[in-house]
């Protein structure tokens, strides 16, 4: 295992995963249901961008410092940029929260947060982001197997799936996890980051889950067309069991990204599986 997100944090992928899981956290604890929450690929939990990972690409500089600059943010992301400006009581933008951060702030009492990472380095990392708060622990074990271990349990669960897509199974493997959950939890809300190369992958992806589940939310920020297969030319959200109404958010964030962000040719698209 070579990927470490700390040379990416911030970036604009981490953008669109992080306004929509801001937004499906609202979603799924806007009532008194207590939630379940499983990471299945955590990371260090949050991310020192001036550190000298983040700095060797440099990718946050079009990425979180346009959005915390841009005075024509939509509302989606104040959720997210909200926590940026908690995580730097400073002023500036030194630090970025990863996805435990941004979840861990979001427990209610009763809710509960399962971060899984399985490098030493991040894990070590994820249990100190994670020690403040009592709801959330961090286990340093297979994400995959830990979602199909919570799922069933019964109560709400939300299971977020962001694999570094560095294994050549990785597509596999979420696909299996997904059919996993829904077997024994056909409510859970289930979203998946995914990378955005070229338009076969993508589809035979959404091909492999739907049998799993008919309702899905497709969210895709491409940045640039999708001519080179070599490259991350944007990224995707796809979630089974989405709550309702957030499409117009989700619409917004994901324009924002692209109009500010991508390049000639970039769109972004918000559209439901079957619709
Ligand atoms: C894309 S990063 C996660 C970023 C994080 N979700 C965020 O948004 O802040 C993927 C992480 O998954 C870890 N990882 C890879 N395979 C894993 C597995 N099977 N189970 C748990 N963690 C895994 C990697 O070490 C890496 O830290």
Redesign the pocket.
């Known amino acids: 295992?070579n990927?470490?997100?700390a040379f990416h944090a911030g970036n604009f992928a981490?953008l669109v995963?992080?306004a929509t899981l801001t937004l499906l956290l609202d979603a799924l604890t806007a009532d008194a249901a207590p939630l379940t929450v499983v990471?299945?690929?955590?990371?260090a939990g949050g991310y020192d961008l001036d550190g000298e990972l983040a700095r060797r690409t440099g990718e946050a500089a079009q990425g979180v410092f346009r959005l915390m600059a841009a005075d024509d943010a939509p509302a989606p992301f104040d959720r997210l940029k909200a926590a940026v400006r908690r995580g730097n009581p400073g002023g500036g933008v030194r630090f970025y929260p990863?996805?435990?951060s941004l979840i861990a702030a979001g427990l209610r009492k009763g809710d509960r947060y399962v971060a899984?990472?399985?490098?030493d380095d991040?894990v070590a990392l994820l249990r100190q982001t994670l020690a403040p708060f009592p709801g959330a622990r961090a286990e340093q074990t297979?994400?995959?197997a830990m979602a199909g271990r919570e799922a069933g349990k019964g109560g709400r669960v939300f299971i977020?799936i962001?694999?570094?897509f560095e294994r050549s199974d990785d597509y596999a493997r979420i696909a299996a996890t997904l059919a996993a959950v829904m077997l024994l939890d056909p409510d859970a809300c289930v979203a998946v980051w995914l990378p955005l190369k070229d338009l076969e992958t993508f589809d035979s992806f959404l091909r492999s889950i739907e049998p799993a589940c008919a309702d899905l939310l497709v969210v895709e920020a491409r940045l640039k067309p999708l001519t080179d297969p070599m490259k991350m030319n944007g990224c995707a959200m796809v979630i089974a069991n989405a709550p309702p109404g957030l499409e117009p958010d989700l619409s917004a964030a994901a324009g924002w990204v692209v109009a500010r962000l991508g390049e000639t040719g970039g769109k972004a698209e918000v559209w439901r599986t079957g619709a």
């Not at 899984?116 to 490098?119: P, V």
Request: proline share 11%; charged share 35%; glycine share 12%.
């Open positions: 295992m990927y470490r997100h981490d995963k992080h990471d299945t690929h955590a990371g990863g996805s435990p899984c990472e399985l490098r991040d297979d994400g995959f977020l962001d694999p570094p």
